[in-house]
């Protein structure tokens, strides 16, 4: 008796809505189809935001130095805009950030516990696995060691 | 915050609830807020405490900018799962929202949070029969949903779909107070 009066009620309310049932959907099978480039986008966004906060920074301020719409510069900031390459170097020149770097054939990026990454030819690896430096922690160890071999 | 209109997303099965201050049901707001980077960082940032609390506790760090790639990895899976199925897990997706209760029953609470694990995200919903009634969703990174405001929310507004649903009065009892 109960769930023939909630299904009343849900018919009730169904009877209230207007417009479309599914954009959800529509964005998760978008987001499926186009998965690589958003997660970059969504990389982008995330540091621009962070600078943005750092620097105390508005959505207006941003997009009144890249002189472009505050609607732009949200889509932008939510992380699903394909970004030009024009784009980004002008945002990286603005907030003065990198967004994105192309690796040297003889350049690695290693991880750095609490420190994000950083970006080493194999001599400084080298230089710094021999050195004992104690900015490495074990795990850099092992990654440094296969480094090495990698470039023996 | 009164209920506007329910969508019938999946006929019988999944339905999405509409409230009258927004302008789309639930399940459209969700995958806005958790694929949307700047609702994601101003969440993390008010949140700081319990994000780090909840790092402290995986023995992991977690950073604002760890946590926001997280959550659209953690909605990417959750979603496809809703999505590709076409409600025919819905039953492996949704839960009990209390993890003690082991029996399903009509009216129930229940919750979806994906296969991971550890994941954060929760959708909420009323099941009854063989349909969930999607209530809402958050982002929760604390034990109790009592013990903050966006999750107590999520508690009221299970509570007043359950009684509406049980009550079959449409136009005056389905309000909580936000």
């Known amino acids: 008796m109960a769930k023939e009066e909630a299904k009343k ?7 209230k809505a207007e417009g479309s049932a599914s954009e959800w959907k529509k964005t998760v099978a978008f987001r499926q189809e186009n998965k690589s480039w958003l997660k970059k986008s969504a990389k982008i966004a995330i540091k621009i ?17 890249l002189k472009v719409s505050p609607q732009m510069v949200n889509k932008i900031l939510k992380g699903s805009e394909n970004l030009t390459l024009e784009t980004i170097v002008k945002i990286e020149d603005k907030l003065n950030i990198e967004l994105i770097s192309i690796l040297k054939s003889n350049e690695v990026i290693v991880a750095m516990p609490s420190k994000g990454f950083v970006m080493a030819t194999s001599n400084t690896i080298s230089k710094i696995y021999s050195s004992g430096s104690e900015i490495l922690y074990k795990e850099d160890v092992y990654l440094v060691t296969e480094l090495e071999e990698f470039y023996a | ?83 590709e199925e076409d409600g025919n897990n819905l039953k492996e997706l949704f839960h009990a929202l ?52 966006h999750t107590n929310e999520e508690l ?17 009892l389905f309000v909580y107070k936000s």
């Open chain 2, 98 to 149: 209390d993890d003690n209760e082991q029996r399903i029953y009509d009216f129930q609470k229940a919750k979806a949070k994906g296969s991971y694990k550890k994941s954060w995200l929760r959708i909420y919903a009323v099941h009854f029969d063989d349909a969930y009634v999607v209530t809402g969703g958050t982002i929760k990174l604390h034990f109790k949903m009592q013990d903050r405001i």
């Open chain 1, 9 to 15: 009620v849900l018919k009730e309310y169904i009877s």
């Open chain 1, 49 to 65: 935001n962070r600078s943005l906060r750092a620097q105390k920074m508005t959505q207006k301020d941003l997009a009144d130095l």
């Open chain 2, 156 to 172: 009221k507004k299970l509570t007043s779909m359950k009684d509406a649903l049980k009550l079959n009065e449409v136009d005056e």
């Open chain 2, 1 to 83: 915050m009164r209920i506007r209109a329910i969508f019938e997303i999946l006929k019988d099965r999944l339905f999405s609830t509409q409230y009258e201050s927004e302008k789309s049901h639930v399940l459209d707001i969700l995958v806005d807020n958790w694929f949307n980077v700047q609702y994601l960082e101003a969440f993390f940032e008010q949140n700081k405490a319990d994000l780090d609390s909840l790092a402290k506790l995986y023995n992991e760090e977690i950073t604002v900018e760890d946590a926001i790639e997280l959550t659209i990895d953690l909605a990417d899976e959750l979603f496809q799962e809703l999505y």
